[in-house]
């Protein structure tokens, strides 16, 4: 059962990785974080989100890359491996070049 808010009885938003997620993409993010290196196929994802109902597979995707704009501030993604599984992986992190290092400037005592 969601949890929802007492006054205007929308479900609560959850944290994934530093994220507010809404609860059915937080769903689809907990099963393929949960699906681990092997990944999860979208008729899978379907079938757990949707259960029986007829849903487009688009949505899924669709979910998915709304899911990657929202994580665009953190270092994760959900990556499709061969267009059949979506896993969850780690970007490396980036060296900073010498020019976007900050130059902190020395103040000067006088």
Known sequence: MEMCCPHCHQPFAVMRVGVRLPTKKARIFDLIKSAGE?????????????????????????????????????????????????????????????????VVPQASEG
Do not use: C, F
């Open 38 to 102: 092997i990944g999860i196929t979208t008729a899978e994802l379907k079938l757990a989100v949707y259960g029986e109902r007829k849903m487009n597979p688009v949505t899924v995707r669709a979910h998915i890359q709304q899911i990657n704009d929202l994580l665009v501030a953190t270092d994760w993604r959900i990556r499709s491996i061969d267009h059949r599984y979506w896993v969850l992986v780690r970007l490396p992190r980036r060296r900073k070049s010498k020019s976007q290092e900050a």
